[in-house]
């Protein structure tokens, strides 16, 4: 079966550095893509991954390893307004898009 | 430019009443999605679309179906509503399979 892991909620403070991981197994992939999704609101567009290594846009960056199945997504000098699910979705074979459940990012003062 | 607009955004249906849910977007995207959130759960694809005139199944199509008549607009029906399709329902378009996706707000639907 496909599958893609996160974890369910994290917890971070104002100015610090946050990493989010996802660990998928799907059948094929095409790129590994990251939204954000504020409570209530719909999933916005991040980053896109299909060849391994990072890419950094400003405050945010995603990193992709396909040997191993894994990305990450970099928050630096968080803010309040981060405080978000971050959604972790990949592009398998039939270029559909599998999603994760999310990662619920607390931020505190 | 809307982007990416759903109606209704909120509807309480009895178990059995069925209901249209409208997506319209302005980008002239090719590819329209419709998908369902749920608490723990990922987005889950019900049904999509490759261009006008086109549908095909996603990994929950069970009692949905779609239209598309027209480029810019993605209907999604509701047969006979149960209480398990009580969800968030999210459309989507993007214009190739590798580029992203664009949501709109979501509708919020009750069967009671």
């Known amino acids: 079966g496909q599958n893609i892991d996160q974890p369910t909620e994290m917890t971070a403070t104002e100015g610090a550095i946050v990493q989010i991981n996802c660990t998928y197994q799907?059948?094929?992939?095409?790129?590994l893509f990251w939204y954000q999704q504020h409570a209530g609101e719909a999933p916005t567009f991040l980053s896109y991954n299909v060849l391994d290594g990072l890419e950094e846009k400003g405050r945010f960056s995603s990193f992709l390893s396909r040997s191993k199945g894994y990305s990450y997504l970099l928050l630096k000098e968080l803010q309040m307004k981060d405080s978000a699910s971050y959604l972790c979705a990949v592009l398998d074979s039939n270029y559909q898009l599998i999603w994760g459940a999310g990662t619920k990012l607390i931020i505190k003062p | 430019n809307a982007g990416v607009t759903q109606t209704p955004k909120f509807r309480v249906l009895k178990t059995g009443q069925s209901m249209t849910l409208l997506c319209a977007q302005d980008m002239n995207h090719e590819y329209m999605y419709w998908y369902r959130q749920d608490p723990g759960m990922g987005l889950r694809l019900i049904h999509y679309s490759v261009g006008e005139g086109t549908t095909a199944k996603g990994e929950v199509p069970d009692g949905y179906n779609v239209s598309r008549l027209k480029k810019q607009n993605f209907l999604l029906g509701l047969e006979s509503a149960a209480p398990s399709q009580t969800s968030v329902y999210f459309c989507?378009?993007?214009?190739?399979?590798?580029?992203?996706?664009?949501f709109g707000p979501g509708t919020r639907l009750l069967v009671l």
């Open positions: 989507a378009s993007g214009g190739q399979e590798r580029e992203a996706q664009y």
């Open positions: 799907t059948s094929g992939f095409n790129g």
